[in-house]
Antibody, heavy 118, light 110 residues
Framework: QVHLVQSGAEVKKPGASVKVSCKASGYTFTDYYIHWVRQAPGQGLEWMGCINPSRGDTYSAQEFQGRVTMTSDTSISTAYMDLSSLTSDDTALYYC???????????WGQGTLLTVSS | QPVLTQPPSASGTPGQRVFVSCSGSNSNIGMNYVHWYQQVPGKAPKLLISRNNQRPSGVPDRFSGSKSGTSASLAISGLRSEDEADYYCAARDASLSGVIFGGGTKLTVL
């Protein structure tokens, strides 16, 4: 059974960076892309980017390019999303999700709440 | 402004059939699969319909999806109170080189 377990809630000051982890289990970690999706309070879903854990190549949405870094550690089946230069607009729930094919997000982590406040 | 357009709200009474639309363009729905997600308040989204009309294991056959041209639709028949949730469509967009979501539709069961 596939499980994605994310790191805990974070509180950061404007200008800081945050690193969110997503530990996968129940499947071969390098078989599927991991995507990152965020949801601001009361808002919809926003795709941030993805990583291919097998090769390490990453793809990010234009609005996050230069500010988001996605990595993975295959030895511990964990993906990471690093977001820098935080502003209050980055306050949101951040989700990781597996993509088994065709950009369908089959399994989701529980979400990590990031609060950016001075 | 989401690239995929959904109505912000929909409603129905128990037992009714409701539809949620998702309108896009040739660079997204017109050339790629559409997926639908259900998000119950306070929970992570759940894949409801994949590849336009495929139900993942465990999803009741009351839920169905379709696609025609640059639009897609989610149908929910035999509406139940537990169907009250937010529903999102999603697709890859070739122009943006990424995945895009609709703005979401809040379904209320009256």
């Amino acid at each position: 059974q596939v499980h994605l377990v994310q790191s805990g809630a974070e509180v950061k000051k404007p200008g800081a960076s945050v690193k969110v982890s997503c530990k996968a289990s129940g499947y071969t970690f390098t078989d599927y892309y991991i995507h990152w999706v965020r949801q601001a309070p009361g808002q919809g879903l926003e795709w941030m980017g993805c990583i291919n854990p097998s090769r390490g190549d990453t793809y990010s949405a234009q609005e996050f390019q230069g500010r988001v870094t996605m990595t993975s550690d295959t030895s511990i089946s964990t993906a990471y999303m690093d977001l820098s230069s935080l502003t209050s607009d980055d306050t949101a729930l951040y989700y990781c999700a597996t993509d088994t094919a065709y950009d369908q997000f089959d399994y989701w982590g529980q979400g990590t709440l990031l609060t950016v406040s001075s | 402004q989401p690239v995929l357009t959904q109505p912000p709200s929909a409603s129905g009474t128990p037992g009714q059939r409701v539809f949620v639309s998702c309108s896009g363009s040739n660079s997204n729905i017109g050339m790629n699969y559409v997926h639908w997600y259900q998000q119950v308040p306070g929970k992570a989204p759940k894949l409801l319909i994949s590849r336009n009309n495929q139900r993942p294991s465990g999803v009741p056959d009351r839920f169905s999806g379709s696609k025609s041209g640059t639009s897609a639709s989610l149908a929910i028949s035999g509406l139940r109170s537990e169907d009250e949730a937010d529903y999102y469509c999603a697709a890859r967009d070739a122009s943006l080189s990424g995945v895009i979501f609709g703005g979401g539709t809040k379904l209320t069961v009256l």
